[in-house]
């Protein structure tokens, strides 16, 4: 008789576990609270709009092909990928900007109107990565590991001096770039691994080195359609999935994962357990152990927007972002309020796939960056922030001409930080997961199996590899790599 699996959250994440675990021949029953599978790669549909709710691009494509292929099936036969290029387009206040594109010359000669001898200093920052990007890849970010020693002990250690763990991301790319206007571009990522680029290690110089390398991508129909191939071909292999049937707890006894007891009060029994949500949301799901008490460092939470606008937008590229004219102290106000300064990140998919928007409309998702819940406080007046950020982003994309008036603006759905907590168990209100600091990667973030309590799992952006679409996919090939290794050890 196959093990039982019961994985709790239907995220992309949860769901990668699942294929994996019932290719290996697990029996896996999925539990997801919503209505809709996805966790934050949902989706909202109002009078023919449809809004991605939080994911809205996708890198490194390979790894979703990879997670169809374990099943046999080729990702082309469920979704199309577009490819997007250029991808990102960067907007100052000063009206400068700067486009992102896979294309060499056309992103060298978009850098040389901030760095001389861009062509140059842009070959070595990709030669420089390419290498790190493969050696990260080859050695650490898919390792298991639970201890630093065992991390790096098969690692060769002339590789790990060149990977810039200890020395910022800023003055990583201060080694390439002179401009603080290219390096505040491609150090913004930092913001959604929880830091700023003057504070996380310039290890994560490969994230913009991945995007310009490899390109950015978008699903036909949206990225909800590359999670519906996903739940599609993972109901297709066996995989149950169950939604509107939230997880209230998991039961414990004898300090091993036994059941999970779902809101209603039935109880499913077990062999093994993986939770897909936040693994500090998790513990405290947990009944029949002690509490594990831990300051977790979170990544910031989001105010989000969505609107269905009356005309087409044709001045705004898919996907843009707009920085700060002091984005350190833009980085440092973010911790405990929304910046003087409102950076913010729009998408207009629309541009892309008409069908996203009723013809001779618009569909534009906008993000902007908010301190976690706790980080706020409890007087922390939510309403006004969501007030000041939809007046200061309007007034913002006027200045770029990109003038989107509140009258055009027919259906608007709005987010922030407690509506992503009471949607997706997200701790905090945190929008992308625990951070990653240079003490929360590897083996010094949450592991995927519990420290504490037998056959109790994670996948998703609070575990190992961290945040992001392909991450959270390869957590969930990692977990069910753990999962066969544990039963193989108790088997010996």
């Known amino acids: 008789m196959s093990q039982r699996v019961v994985i709790i959250g239907a995220g992309l994440g949860g769901l990668s576990a699942a ?42 494509p390979w790894v979703f092909e990879q997670l169809f292929a374990v099943t046999g099936a080729c990702m082309d036969d469920y979704v199309e990928l577009l490819p997007l290029d250029p991808s990102v387009t960067f907007f100052w206040r000063n009206g400068n900007q700067l486009q992102l594109s896979s294309d060499f010359q056309y992103l060298a000669e978009q850098l040389s109107q901030f760095d001389d ?19 990260l890849f080859d050695y650490l970010v898919l390792s298991n590991a639970e201890t630093i020693g065992k991390w790096i002990a098969p690692v060769p250690k002339q590789g790990l001096m060149r990977l810039g763990m200890f020395r910022s991301l800023d003055r990583e790319l201060a080694r390439f770039f002179r ?23 310039g290890t994560f110089s490969i994230l913009p080195f991945g995007e310009l390398y490899y390109g950015l991508w978008y699903p036909r129909g949206g990225i909800y359609a590359l999670v519906e191939a996903i739940r599609r071909r993972a ?28 809101e209603d009060g039935t109880i499913v029994a077990a062999d093994a357990v993986v939770s897909n949500v936040d693994v500090p949301t998790t513990q405290t799901m947990i009944v029949g152990a002690v509490p594990h008490r831990q300051q977790w460092t979170m990544t910031p939470g989001v105010i989000t927007f969505y609107w269905g606008v009356r005309r087409n937008i044709d001045t705004a590229h898919h996907h843009c972002i707009f920085l700060p004219s002091d984005p350190r102290t833009a980085y440092a106000q973010l911790r405990r309020r929304l910046p003087d300064d409102l950076p913010f990140y729009i998408c207009v998919p629309s541009r892309s ?61 709005v987010w922030a930080p407690h509506e992503w907590r009471q949607r997706f ?23 995927n199996r519990d420290r504490r309590v037998a056959r109790l799992y994670y996948a998703g952006a609070s575990t190992t590899p961290g945040t992001g679409l392909p991450m959270v996919v390869l957590s969930g090939a990692m977990v069910a790599q753990r999962i066969v290794s544990d039963e193989h050890s108790r088997v010996r």
Not at 48 to 55: N, Q
Not at 182 to 194: C, H, I, Q
């Open 19 to 60: 294929i994996h675990l019932c290719t290996m021949g697990y029996d896996v029953e999925v539990y997801e609270q919503n209505p809709l599978v996805g966790g934050r790669a949902n989706r909202i549909e109002t009078n023919g709009f449809r809004f991605d709710t939080g994911p809205s691009l996708i890198n490194y």
């Open 117 to 135: 001898a861009a062509h140059a200093k842009l070959s070595a920052f990709l030669s420089a990565n390419q290498e790190r990007f493969r050696f």
């Open 179 to 201: 401009s603080e206007s290219v390096r505040a571009a491609l150090g913004s990522y930092a913001m959604y691994l929880g830091g700023s680029p003057y504070k996380l290690p």
């Open 235 to 262: 109901v297709e292999i066996g995989v149950r999935i169950f939604c509107n049937s939230p997880v209230r707890a998991i039961r414990i006894e004898s300090n091993r994962a036994r059941s999970v007891e779902l």
């Open 353 to 413: 796939d008409p069908s996203v928007a009723p013809a001779g409309c618009s569909t534009v998702f906008v993000l902007v960056p908010a301190p976690t819940l706790s980080a706020a406080g409890p007087a922390f007046d939510w309403d006004a922030a969501i007030e000041r950020s939809r007046q200061e982003v309007l007034q913002r994309l006027d200045m770029h001409g990109i003038a989107i008036s509140p009258q055009d603006i027919v259906v608007e759905h």
């Open 425 to 447: 168990g997200l701790y905090d209100g945190s929008a992308f997961g625990l951070a990653h600091n240079l003490w929360n990667i590897g083996p010094f973030r949450p592991s």
